[in-house]
């Protein structure tokens, strides 16, 4: 299933990557949980296999199947989503470069360019991605890679993909986006121009809180092919079961996702009208600043909904311990809701810095429950 406009995203979803066994039949792709391959002679290798940092048949599938639902030319599997940032920066990056950077990104990736990166010798800018004039503004001539989450975590910041790629032609750099939070299902960042996607797959993508993975997609096969270079060298990719727990969820990302969305678009409507919540941050809301982008280049708004509450930190966690139904914890993007305190857990990296989140933020990951059960934990929760 090379031509991945033959078919309908349902259906790549199921199908890309997922060749019957030739042997059995088997209609999964199996576990190779193998280290290394016999030789058909010296360099004989059988269907390019020789040891499984280099490849691994049931990665190989879940490779596949990354670039036909994003519409990229190359897919490449990873451990961690910040291993598979790590491997594309190490690849786009040289000393005396710079990137742009959201002021509200995920404080991972944020701690990655701070702690890491920059020690390399590269700069970064922080600019609020949601205004491609401070976008525009923030790009030098030693601009090489403007980086984009939308929505954004934890503040559900909405970017226009086409308007920032725009901009990153222009000044030679690579757009990068990081498409977590909507997932290929309900935006495709590379149509609209994205030279690359980035994924942490522990979340929609595997979607049941059981995997921890990366996957980056390329829209260029030459670029695909230096990133997975770099994979090879630098080693951090994904095992065999993890690549099969991600390819398993993948199959049923469309029907969780429209779930995760229906759910989600009711509790952020029951929050706007609720007297303890300050702000709702969601961009399914007509009142959401980038809701206009968001209708424009997303299916549908996602799971993920983040408010704001009277009486500051104290009274957002007193709320997050409260919840019942809602799992108090860190991640997101499973079948069952969470809710965690950003400020003092996802996104205590942040602290002190340009990115820092407000101390009254709560964020929920909304699961597939029952939508009435999800609304009557809130309630009790915000007291």
């Known amino acids: 299933m090379s031509d991945h406009g033959l078919h309908s995203f349902e259906t790549r ?74 491997c594309l920066l190490r690849t786009l990056l040289r000393p005396g470069d710079h990137v742009v950077i959201p002021n509200d990104a995920y404080g991972g990736t944020f701690r990655l360019f701070a702690k890491v990166v920059e020690r390399w010798g590269v700069d970064f800018s922080v600019a609020n991605t949601s205004d491609p004039a401070a976008v525009r503004g923030s790009v030098t001539d030693r601009t090489k890679v403007i980086w984009v989450e939308t929505p954004s975590n934890p503040l559900l910041g909405i970017t226009d993909i086409a308007a920032v790629a725009d901009i990153a032609r222009t000044a030679g750099a690579k757009l990068v986006v990081d498409n977590t939070f909507a997932s290929p299902y309900l935006q495709q960042p590379i149509s609209l121009g994205a030279d690359v996607v980035v994924h942490s797959l522990t979340k929609y993508m595997g979607g049941h809180s059981d995997v921890v993975g990366g996957g980056l997609i390329a829209a260029d096969a030459d670029l695909g092919e230096e990133l997975a270079y770099h994979q090879n060298a630098m080693g951090a ?121 407000p101390a009254d933020l709560v964020r929920l990951s909304v699961g597939i429950e029952a939508a009435d059960d999800l609304l009557a934990d809130l309630q009790q929760a915000l007291g």
């Open 13 to 86: 979803a199921i199908h890309a990557g997922n060749t019957a066994d030739p042997q059995t039949g088997a209609v999964v792709p199996p576990i190779y949980q193998v280290s290394t391959y016999k030789q058909d002679g010296v360099g004989g290798l059988r269907g390019g296999y020789e040891y499984s940092r280099s490849a691994n048949p049931t990665r190989t599938a879940l490779e596949e199947n990354l670039a036909a639902i994003e519409g990229g030319r190359r897919g490449l599997a990873f451990a961690s989503g910040l291993a598979a940032e790590d």
């Open 237 to 357: 990719v994904a095992g065999p079961f993890d690549a099969w727990l991600v390819l398993r969820g993948i199959k049923t990302l469309p029907v969780r996702m429209d779930r995760h969305s229906e759910n989600a678009a009711r509790v952020a409507e029951m929050l706007t009208r609720h007297p303890k919540v300050v702000e709702v941050l969601y961009p399914g809301l007509p009142e959401h600043p980038g809701h206009e982008v968001a209708a424009k280049q997303m299916r549908a708004f996602g799971g993920m909904v983040s408010f704001r509450v009277q009486g500051g930190e104290q009274a957002a966690v007193e709320v997050c311990n409260r919840a019942k139904l809602f799992t108090l914890g860190e991640s997101l993007g499973g079948v069952e809701s969470l809710i965690e305190h950003p400020g003092r857990m996802t996104h205590a990296s942040v602290v002190g810095s340009a990115l820092e989140v």
